[in-house]
């Protein structure tokens, strides 16, 4: 049984698909990546590592019905977390943003997603540096680095498969 479950919430698809690039880089250690609307909290708990993944909508808002979406996501899911301990769990984010058409909020989703896991007892791994990104504000940040890996599929494309390389390798002493 693989290890590493991936969980993400998407409202046009494109956190599906670095979900599943992630899934294909880790091979069989990581379980098919799922939909977080399409789980349950027992499911999402019997991994012991959670690669977790969300886009940022509007003005910073995690995708679900409150953020305008079609159906529920980490919007919905992020209720169930409450007073859930994820001690002994090892977490590691990914976000997805757009820079240019969203500068003062860029990848903030995270930010409440981080909160939750952190404040559930859980080991957050996988921070990642702000250096080469063009933004104005995000609340996505711990200090001078994002509490997840930043993937901007809208401007940055060609960088995304070089990033996810880089930060899963810094990962493997924690989720492997």
Do not use: H
Not at 13 to 33: C, D, F, H, M, N
Not at 111 to 124: E, F, I, M, S
């Amino acid at each position: 049984m693989a290890t590493i479950g991936i969980f993400f919430g998407t409202d046009t698809g494109k956190t599906r698909k670095i979900a599943k690039l992630i899934q294909q880089k880790l091979g069989e250690a990581a379980a098919a990546p799922v939909n977080i609307n399409r789980t349950d909290l027992a499911t999402f708990l019997s991994y012991p590592v959670l690669l977790l993944g969300t886009p940022t909508l509007g003005d910073g808002q995690l995708p679900g019905l409150e953020a305008g979406c079609e159906s529920e996501s980490w919007g919905e899911f992020m209720a169930q977390l409450a007073g859930t301990s994820l001690s002994g769990k090892t977490v590691a984010l990914f976000g997805l943003g757009d820079q240019v058409g969203y500068p003062d909020n860029f990848v903030s989703g995270m930010r409440p997603l981080y909160d939750t896991l952190k404040n559930c007892g859980a080991q957050v791994v996988g921070l990642w540096p702000n250096d080469g990104y063009a933004f104005n504000a995000s609340s996505a940040l711990e200090a001078d680095k994002f509490v997840g890996l930043v993937i901007d599929q809208d401007n940055q494309y060609d960088l995304t498969d070089e990033r996810v390389d880089a930060w899963l390798e810094s990962l493997k002493p924690s989720i492997l």
